[in-house]
């Protein structure tokens, strides 16, 4: 991601906003529903990758 911003300053050059394409906005915003969630989830036990794959298998998500 490049950064094109654009800052927004008050009478005194102190910048008080920033301004970003909305392709670079709906980047940042998907990247913080994605933090949301991983944050939500902390606290959930995992389950190891093996069974995943297997009960992926099982189901025929994934091919065997």
């Known amino acids: 991601m490049s950064t094109a911003a654009q800052f927004l300053t008050d009478q ?3 910048r008080t906003a920033v301004v ?3 392709d670079e906005y709906e980047e940042l ?3 913080l529903e994605d933090l ?5 989830r902390k606290s959930e036990p995992t389950v190891p990758l093996e069974k995943v794959i297997a009960r992926l298998k099982k ?3 994934l091919s065997r």
């Not at 949301?36 to 939500?40: D, K, R, S, T």
């Open 29 to 31: 915003m998907e990247d």
């Open 20 to 22: 970003v394409p909305i």
């Open 12 to 14: 005194k050059g102190k």
């Open 36 to 40: 949301a969630a991983i944050a939500e």
């Open 59 to 61: 189901d025929g998500l």
